[in-house]
């Protein structure tokens, strides 16, 4: 029934999100922390999360060849279409299947995991104290960009309806597939310019280029709505820059913000945020656009405002971090040294090396 495979569909997409959400901040710090340095392990973590971009090309491209390939005027060939079209999805995810069942967890994690409710709490206290601005940076621009970046996504075919003279499911998945060509660049551009701008410029630039689109949208959106081609332009362009943006650095920038001891918590509480920020983009971007009163064009005044302050949470609370790994490491240490024993005691299993004598005795 409808109703049965609505909740079979939100079930499925909360198992996903569920592991989604770990792989994020794992792939972020495996890719992070097999680097030999700090320009290598900016470019490995870019490249890793270039495939998001393949992902999207290759989904639009496939449900382009469905498409055209059963007629989208059947209810029949369209519940085929649909199903087929999720089953790929499976396929990427089965390959890794027997890695991650048979792949065993590291004897610092399985030693964080047997620690007590009490101990991650003043783990977490820690992490507050002395890296809030940090977890603010990472998770805040996170968590604003994902309301703008997932209603864009998830949205698009529902958007490409309502622009232009015609709006057949064919068109609009051409349309869909042409804008996902114009944003995949963004990846690979953000790869190249990822040490030479850094990662802060990446995210303020890119942000910038968004925001002036959707004011442009948001102002001239009457006239703009009657030309697919503009549109298509136009909508192309803040996906570009959001790849070549806000969407590259919100993932890089966990991995070299953070010591080794809290990278991945701290980048998957940012990842986290950051689903949080989608699941309000995903929820309030059919409200915005079906009120009489405020429409797409406020929708998009609603996108530029949200990447602006994107913007200046990223001026004030991220930095780039040239140095070895080491050398944050050492400061984690150093702060950790001027704490209780409960907080000592609460990350010995994440230590590998006990904190460099001279800081303890700066202490005493």
């Known amino acids: 029934s409808p109703s049965g495979t609505l909740w079979f569909l939100i079930v499925a997409r909360g198992v996903l999100g569920f592991g989604i ?13 097999d680097a030999t340095s700090p320009t290598d392990r900016n470019r490995r973590v870019a ?24 007629d989208p005027n059947d209810t029949t060939d369209l519940e085929i279409m649909w199903r087929v079209l999720f089953g790929f999805g499976v396929l990427p995810a089965l390959f890794l299947v027997y890695y991650r069942i ?7 994690y399985k030693n964080m995991m047997a620690d007590d409710v009490h101990m991650k709490k003043i783990r977490w206290s820690f992490i507050i104290k002395h890296y809030w601005k940090s977890l603010l940076g990472t998770a805040g621009t996170w968590f604003l960009f994902d309301i703008v970046f997932y209603a864009q996504n998830l949205f698009t075919a529902s958007i490409l309806t309502v622009v232009g003279a015609e709006s057949t499911l064919r068109t609009t998945a051409l349309q869909n597939v042409l804008i996902s060509l114009v944003a995949l660049p963004g990846y690979y551009v953000a790869c190249f310019f990822i040490n030479r701008m850094g990662r ?23 006239d703009i709505k009657k030309s697919s081609v503009a549109f298509i332009i136009l909508f192309g362009l803040t996906l570009f820059f959001a790849n070549f943006g806000p969407n590259m650095s919100t993932f890089v920038m966990p991995t070299e913000m953070y010591p080794t001891a809290i ?22 971007f059919s409200l915005w656009v079906d009120n009489p009163s405020f429409g797409y064009k406020g929708t998009w005044f609603t996108f530029a405002g949200i990447s ?21 490491d050492n400061d984690f240490k150093a702060k950790l040294a001027g704490e209780g024993d409960d907080v000592r005691k609460s990350f010995a299993s994440a230590m590998e090396t006990p904190a460099p004598a001279e800081y303890v005795e700066s202490k005493a």
């Open 21 to 33: 959400g770990g792989e994020y901040p794992l792939a972020a710090s495996s890719s992070s922390e």
């Open 200 to 222: 802060k410029r990446i995210m303020i630039q890119g942000a910038t280029v968004m925001t002036i689109v959707f004011v442009i949208l948001g102002i001239w959106w009457s």
């Open 263 to 284: 990278r991945s918590s701290c980048h998957g509480f940012s990842a986290a945020m950051g689903k949080a920020g989608a699941s309000i983009g995903s929820y309030g």
């Open 102 to 108: 048979t792949a065993e967890e590291t004897t610092v």
């Open 47 to 70: 490249l890793t999360f270039s495939l998001q971009g393949v992902g999207f090309f290759v989904a639009g491209a496939l449900g382009l060849v469905m498409v055209n390939a059963l």
């Open 308 to 328: 602006l302050l994107t913007i200046i949470l990223t001026i004030f609370c991220m930095f780039d971090n040239n140095e070895e790994a080491s050398v944050m």
